[in-house]
């Protein structure tokens, strides 16, 4: 059990194990369970039902041909990710668990068993896959009518967020008391945060994880997203992790960094022995431009992770690279050469942290194993070059759907499960009449 967690229980009783499993979506699953009971229990049960579940509730006819039966599958626990909850006002702990079949096989859609999937076909080439996300959210005033707009919260001097105040410590010490609460938090669960910061949004914040091993550093993101909205929660307001919440802000994204370690020699890959720039550096970029298009149906979730995608609102619209350019989808920040790594700026807040990341190193891996050149670094503001990315859901499905490479390193059950829920949910929101449709549409047409 990690040390952070044995010193959170130092000389107190441990009432309750939360067991929980990151669902396609990512919310988390499962059950609580009596500590005296977890003790003499190993593993428990749920559904694999849950992964065919889709964002609203609903359910993608993905059971196959056994049908809709709702199997049980195996809760095993990771006991390496035990962290505490310290929210709930009692002592409990949070274990992640892994899910299996009856048969103890792993089940293949499980985001996390993905995840380890792409790892392990790295570790096969003796590389070693290292991550670093970048999370964004915004702190939005309590909204329980879904018909109303977004507004940013009210910040510590009784003034609503203010906008366009990047990197501004006023304005982090206007959400002072929320931020206080997310560091004592992620103390008590052992996370260490590399810095906060300010963003473009009216109450957009940026939380930097350091750089670690992609399966923990998912689990980190996973536990993430829940310790901060309770943080918020304490303090009357939300936290958002949609890629678009407010119309006129920017979108927040899970930026993704990734270097790459040769497990015999301990040296960055894409650094060569006098410190330049390897082939595998170029192939890795290689392979994002190449399946990023594919890939955006798992990076860009939701159909409003597409409104994110604006032209100089601090978000990719295109796959060119460049050094130290963030109008680039794929940009490469000055660093050491032992520290040389290539940001991924596509993903969104909204993805399931572990087949983003997931998604994103199969991009690299392709590029790495077929030895793919890149394009020409851009050079300039990329927001003036061609659009890459796909403009909406539906058409995100399609190059998704059509994707073998992908399919063969994410796995065929993963893709096809995760294409039907994505395509269920997909076509419920096609049925659902908008405001701006009844404002022009109703007397006008």
């Known amino acids: ?234 303090h009357d307001c939300f936290a958002t992790f949609m890629a678009k919440p407010i119309a006129e802000e920017p979108g927040s994204a899970m930026h993704l960094h990734h270097s790459i370690i040769d497990i015999e020699t301990g040296a960055n890959v894409f650094s060569g022995p006098q410190g330049g720039e390897t082939d595998l550096f170029y192939n890795f970029i290689a392979g994002l431009q190449t399946h990023l298009p594919s890939a955006i149906a798992v990076l860009a979730p939701y159909v409003n992770s597409y409104r994110r995608y604006v032209k100089d609102h601090a978000a990719p619209i295109n796959l060119s690279w460049a050094r130290d350019n963030r109008t680039a989808g794929i940009r490469i920040p000055i660093s050491e050469p032992q520290a040389r790594r290539v940001e991924n700026r596509i993903a969104g807040m909204d993805c399931n942290p572990y087949l983003g990341i997931a998604v994103s190193l199969a991009c690299g891996y392709l590029g790495m194993k077929n030895e793919l050149r890149p394009s020409k670094q851009y050079r300039g503001d990329a927001y003036e070059g061609r659009e890459d990315l796909p403009r909406g859901m539906g058409e995100a499905l399609g190059l998704f759907e059509d994707a073998s490479e992908l399919h063969e390193i994410l796995g065929s059950e993963f893709t096809r499960v995760y294409s039907i829920v994505k395509r269920a949910e997909y076509d419920e929101f096609l049925q659902v009449i908008s405001p701006w449709e009844r404002e022009h549409l109703l007397l006008n047409v």
């Open 1 to 234: 059990m990690p040390k952070a967690a044995l010193a959170y229980l130092k000389d107190q009783k441990l009432d309750e194990i939360e067991c929980v499993i990151a669902d396609l979506p990512g919310i988390a699953r499962g059950k609580a369970v009596p500590a005296t009971k977890f003790a003499r229990q190993n593993t428990f049960y749920l559904p694999d039902s849950i992964f065919y579940q889709t964002i609203t509730g609903g359910w993608g006819e993905a059971a196959g041909d056994g049908g809709f039966i709702e199997r049980d599958m195996l809760l095993k626990p990771d006991y390496s990710t035990a962290t505490a909850a310290p929210w709930t006002g009692d002592f409990t702990l949070q274990v992640i668990h892994d899910a299996y079949d009856r048969k103890n096989e792993p089940i293949l859609f499980s985001p996390r068993n993905v995840l380890k999937r792409v790892v392990e076909l790295y570790r096969k080439e003796g590389w070693e896959p290292v991550v670093a996300p970048e999370m964004e959210f915004f702190l939005v005033a309590r909204n329980i009518d879904p018909a109303k707009p977004i507004e940013a919260m009210m910040g510590r001097s009784g003034r609503p967020a203010a906008a366009r105040q990047s990197y501004s410590m006023t304005a982090v010490d206007e959400f002072g008391p929320v931020i206080d609460d997310i560091y004592d938090f992620a103390e008590a669960q052992g996370f260490e945060i590399d810095g906060i910061t300010q963003e473009g949004g009216a109450g957009q914040l940026e939380i930097n994880l350091r750089h670690g091993d992609p399966v923990r550093l998912a689990d980190e993101v996973f536990y993430f997203k829940r310790l901060i909205r309770e943080a918020a929660l304490r």
